[in-house]
């Protein structure tokens, strides 16, 4: 029996074509929460980035690829931070090597080195504003839950080897990747939420379409992803459901049993 239920918002609860979570996804997640299943969110936003969602109301918070878990009533039960050391590394990097856009995500928001059209072109995707450029270095000893790198696959990778070696990169677009601590991801987010309310992980199913998702998909007793999801992602889900704009939640829903 599915008790707990996560699921990721970019692609897979908010749809990169309207801007707005379906109708029908709103009406199977209130169903299967008036039979008393719970649900979350499990996102590489900020919790304040979390915006736009049709008023649907849950349980807890995965923010930032699980490094900042947060319940509805602002109890933090988990957070993981990226090294200063990482930190200043990355800047110099930055700096002596390829200049290139990155931010640091903190509790009150994302800020960025620079601004260019890319940065302009994820903000607008997802339809968030586009972070405010402050001085990285001066945010060295604040609490940076996670960096965004504005980069392809080619240059994150010499990044990650030469400047980020303690953490790791995941992506759902070619041009951007977030960046957290090697080991911290969405399912860890998801094992802190089942042990804060009890809950076995043979009782999970969770949502996604990206990269970032993997892990979560393979974590949970029952992994979806979207019909809009890349081939990685769907390979390593236990079912594939229809694309978001095609009630691919609600009818994956269903097909489970969960909705009517």
């Known amino acids: 029996m599915t008790k707990a239920i996560f699921f990721d918002i970019d692609g897979t609860l908010l749809s990169f074509k309207t801007h707005t979570v379906p109708q029908s996804t709103i009406d199977a997640i209130n169903e299967v929460k008036r039979q008393g299943v719970k649900v979350f969110l499990a996102t590489g936003r900020l919790r304040k980035q979390i915006q736009n969602l049709g008023g649907l109301e849950f349980d807890g918070f995965i923010t930032v690829n699980g490094a900042y878990c ?21 800047i110099e990097y930055q700096q002596n090597e390829v200049k290139f856009p990155l931010a640091f995500m903190l509790n009150e928001g994302s800020f960025v080195n620079y601004v260019d059209s890319n940065v302009e072109k ?36 010499r990044i990650m080897n030469e400047a980020l070696v303690s953490c790791h990169a995941s992506r759902w677009h070619p041009t951007f990747a977030d960046v957290n601590i090697k080991g911290i991801n969405k399912s860890t987010g998801i094992d802190k939420f089942l042990e804060h309310f009890g809950i076995h992980k043979s009782e999970t199913m969770a949502f996604g379409d990206g990269g970032n ?16 999801a890349g081939d990685d992602v769907k390979a390593a889900a236990d079912y594939v459901t229809d694309d978001i704009d095609e009630n691919g939640v609600a009818n994956a829903l269903r097909y489970f049993g969960l909705v009517k």
Do not use: C, W
């Open 70 to 90: 947060v319940t509805t009533d602002h109890d933090v039960i988990f957070k993981k931070l990226i090294p200063k050391e990482e930190l200043k590394s990355l």
């Open 122 to 157: 994820i903000a607008n995707l997802v339809k968030v504003n586009v972070p405010p450029v402050r001085n990285l270095e001066e945010m060295i000893d604040e609490e940076v839950l996670q960096v965004n790198l504005y980069v392809d696959h080619a240059l994150e990778k």
């Open 213 to 228: 998702d993997i892990e979560m998909l393979r974590h949970v007793a029952i992994g979806i992803a979207m019909g809009n």
